[in-house]
């Protein structure tokens, strides 16, 4: 069983690896079935390599990257996940934010790290559409407190 | 005034579900105390030493005569019958019960009142002259533009973790009363030189606390259709970039020093070119509309053809109503009118607190004689700013029977004091008790008097919540091997003329602070030439001759 996550609105089986680690360490288990996530390090790197493989593509950024060096790549992924490695950095926002006006991405984007049920709203209204909890917060009840506001300012 | 929307109101009144929500969840014990913090300082909600501390934000200071009852009502009902004004024009309330601040909320929402984003790192509430409307020397009302700021602020999704509080203060005339360049951005209104079309001067970095900075100008004129796009590449910005390992140095002041104001400048700029002619160009229409939210009052309605005689026949009549008007009201843009400033400093109570039967006593006589409405000032006092001259005998007698008619406004009793030890947990000493003190040392209105303007500003920590760096004499409270001691500043000022004051030497015991502004104010006054302010006198001679006459 893979874990649950926030997917518009829905609670669904998560179908992506995040691999983080150095590319290729592992190929057993897991990773045969399912889409890797790599960093955008990674991506980088081995841009043509995965640019050429076939099936869906995901990078996860970092809180110091800059995400506009993806400019050229939006086109040809799949899922960014945008790292909160602590619920009061904010950076994440800007991000997404970013990754949708500026860039024009219009696939999926979700929240990793430390994501918390009472942040989901904000972070859905920065254009977060999906979102990988923290361990011990609750699917049922986060996905209950997604729109604890019916209007908005901004 | 500006009025809710049904839209305005269903957001505030969503917040409170939401916290209630969140309050319930915390006190069940299924949202940790590390989860809850963050949610409940994003609602001005601190713990406190004795009990939670909650913050109500007042929009730029401006408050109706039935919000004023309010918090009357809720100082009653949940804490110990009074309320503090803040130097961020607010006001808050030390002494409630986390189980009721779902309840206090509700009722506050019952008067188009919250208490959101008035702590956390997040953009707090915008503040702004106290004069705004009123002030002959106003280019334009600033509180529209306010108004502005604070909805687009409002649970703003982008701007709610900043890596720390940010704050914004606009001024409308040039004497800046706001204090805008010791903000994390000031705004001023100006005239462009050449169109006369009225826009924003924009300052950035500007700031107290650890590290005092008068902050820069970043843009010189900005057409007010850009206001908000200009203010949300500047926060993007800062978002993306300011440092978040070391909470001293989150603040927006550090960005703009340590990559110089050129190139924080270079890269709002080019922020901004992506966002200027988006969706948040503010329309000529919708300036109009909000402006309409703060026209003039019918002046004409109270005026009184005799009122000049009458007052003139009063002030004659009474010397202490005569003492009070020269030094507790002041000039309208309108002739027969009078701005009254409300000294909440009574010489035996903290600077800055009323009791609810003060509260509810100001909101009566703002109904009776000043359209009912009343605004906070940043030197934690309050104004009437649009009082008929035939009813300032009237108005004063009101005053004088709650204890509100001190006449000591811009004397050196009408100090600013933050709640220092006595309430904050973050105190290095305590403030109160030292306004006390320096109370009962300057008792004698006469040499006030003859003192004339003087600001007073102290500070129980290097926080800076009572603005020392920029009184003409500040007090900080430092903590010496666990004894309150206290450091002298002289020369700060945070108008127009802004500037940090200088140390004058090392910190005083407690006991010997009074003492020492005495020893400050005697050398003044040897040493002032004609007419000159004390601030002035220092400007002129430098900190040398004061700190003789201190330490010798
Ligand atoms: S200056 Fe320090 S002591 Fe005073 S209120 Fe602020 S944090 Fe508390």
Known sequence: ?154 | MYQYSPEDQCLVNERVAQFRDQTERFLAGTLSEDEFRPLRLMNGLYIQRHAPMLRVAVPYGLLSSEQMRMLAHISRKYDRRYGHLTTRQNMQFNWLALKDVPDVLADLATVEMHSIQTSGNCIRNTSSDQLAGVAKDELEDPRPYCEMIRQWSTLHPEFSFLPRKFKIAVSGSENDRAATQVHDIGIQLVEHAETKQVGFKILVGGGLGRTPVIGKVIKDYLPKKYLLSYLEAILRIYNLAGRRDNKYKARIKILVNSLGIEEFTRLVEEEWLHLREGSLMIEDASINEMQKYFQPFDYAKYRDESSASSLAEKLEASPAFAIWYRQNTQEHKIPGYRVVTISVKAPEEAPGDMTDAQMDGVAQLADDYSFSRMRVTHEQNLVLADVPEHKLHALWKGLLSFDLATPNVGTLTDMICCPGLDFCSLANASSIPIARQINDQFDDLDYLYDIGEIKVKMSGCMNACGHHHVGHIGILGVDKKGEEWYQITIGGSAEEDAALGKIIGPSVAKENVAETIATLLTTYVDLREEQETFLQSVRRLGVAPFKEAVYG
């Open chain 1, 1 to 154: 069983m893979g874990k649950t996550i926030i997917k518009d609105d829905r609670l669904v089986e998560d179908s992506w690896l995040l691999d983080l680690a150095a590319e290729g360490a592992d190929t057993a288990g897991e990773s045969a079935t399912k889409n890797r996530v790599v960093s955008l390090e990674q991506w980088q790197q081995n841009r043509e390599r995965l640019l050429a493989s076939s099936g869906p593509r995901g990078v996860a950024i970092s809180n110091d990257d800059d995400v506009l060096e993806l400019a050229d790549d939006v086109a040809h992924l799949d899922l960014i996940c945008v790292e909160f490695p602590a619920a009061g950095d904010g950076r994440g926002y800007s991000q997404a934010k970013l990754l949708r006006d500026r860039l024009g991405f219009k696939n999926e984007i979700r929240a990793i790290g430390e994501v918390l049920t009472d942040q989901l709203f904000l972070m859905r209204r920065s254009g977060i559409n999906a979102f990988d909890l923290q361990a011990d917060q609750d699917p049922e009840a986060s996905l209950a407190r997604l729109r604890p506001f019916s209007v908005s300012y901004q």
